[in-house]
């Protein structure tokens, strides 16, 4: 509703502030023919010149019908504009647009219902709130964006008579620096270097602007590569690609010169392949260090700016942060509590399951459990866990033989790879402890099969495995541009949604915070196989297959990802398009 009447508020200002207007013209019941002759002559009023009540509405005399109309129309142009540039520099355009509709519109109802002269209140609350916005804006935004910044004051003299010639040239030089500044390790920046070489400085407006937009859109890498005459943009949010620019050859070769140097690929001005790193404070979002690596694509060089990775910390939110739904967060802590059996995420490479293992150690009591955590590499450093390195010198076998030594209560392990591995583990699971592990399969009776084929005994994984939590990763839909659609009837039958109660809808449509692909960050989409007897069962019997496990498991112990990708359309955090894309691409 909220962010419909905003779309609806930004697209027709104009003819809002208009109809506004005559409006307030027809509530105030003010025709020309009921204005005494003698003040539309412009002669002083009488000294009692107002009604008590006309029939048909509010009496305002011409002057103050002129002047709340004024106020009014000041008042909802500026929160239209407030709206859109608050969607401009990516802050949340709804609050200030609302603290704007708030401080006028409670003036102007005054100015209207008690006295006209209460337009000064809208005056003076509506500036006190613009200045207030004015004020947070300008903290986040880049310099070059600044209200009334070197830049702006510069654009505001150019149309002033007489100094507009000296403005222009102030406009040139502000509009040329990087909008960013980059350092290198060394702590020379991209400008020490355009002092030296100023003919790089297009190129150089190109690479900062490029490191802004990445870093305000949490995007985790950009190439920048030849495509036929040009160079294109590409830039990779949430998993997926997108074309964000295309640009002249010789401006994207001074970028990739300019970020040579700043890294160190540069030798006697030529580049050479490579990688560096330098870093940035990008508004909003904070300090960044971005890897720089110089390839080459097609005989020519292209560049890979490499972001961080935004959703390292996830977990720290728990599972509720993540969008498990409370009933399977409901059911993993009791699998947690019990302190026995095997907890298994499962999804492909890249659907954030290491995430999950991480937010589900979160439900164990670290203070009074022992937990030993067997890994290739470290990638997150946990309180009170105690971690074993696997390498090329530290088998499986011999570490798993000092963490059975250690007898510790919880055993997390991001994969198990071999028949050893999975037959030391699950017997863990069965008897002594909780496993929590994670599987590369598609979804929970497809992890079962693969666990019994490679511990080569299903009884084991019976016995072991409490329950699967299978997932993907779904693109939310930006806040700050989706638009509310009334959903299709056909569509809530397919999906089996009560029409009575379809939630609410949106679509994604794109904006400057999106990279114009109407979606921002991501969010899981998780589905749960308890394995209660019949399920033990099926896995047991020979020529097991997921479609038998999943009859086995029938509706009370199966939720699919898909069940839970629909309750998240209806709760307008993504689209059936996006929960299809993902689900299908296997
Ligand atoms: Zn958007």
Redesign the pocket.
Known sequence: MVPALWSGIRKHRRALVLVSLLLLAAASGVSMAQVPAAVAAGAPPPAVPVPAAQPGGLYLSSFWLGFVMVTSALWLYLTSWVCDDARGVGMNAPTYAGAMIAAGGFSTALALLVHAAFGFLTLVLVAGTLTGYIILRNRVAPERFKFLGPLHRAQILARVPLVNKLAAARIRRAALKPSLTLTNAEGQSLNDILTAQPALSEGARLLSDTVLRAGATKTRKVRLQPAGEQYVAQYILDGVLHNVESCASDVALQALGAVAQLVGLSKEGRLRPGSGEFETDVPIVGHVKVGAQVTSSDGKPSLVLSLPDWTADLYRGGLGGLGVHDAVIKRLRSAVQQQKGTVLVCGPAGSGTTTTLYAIIGLVDIFTTDIAMIEKKSEHELEHVRRWALSEEHSFSAVYDEVEREGPQVIVLGGMETREQAGALLTFGSKDGLLLTVAKAPDGPESLLHLASLAQDPALVGNSVTCVVSQRLVRKL?T???EQVEPDPVLLKKLQVDPADPGVWFKP??????L?C?Y?GRTGIFGMLILTDPVKDAIRKAGATPASIRQAAGHAAFRTMYQDGVSKVTAGITTPDEVNRVLKAQ
């Open positions: 930006c700050s541009c989706r449509v794109g904006c400057e915070v999106c114009n109407g921002q």
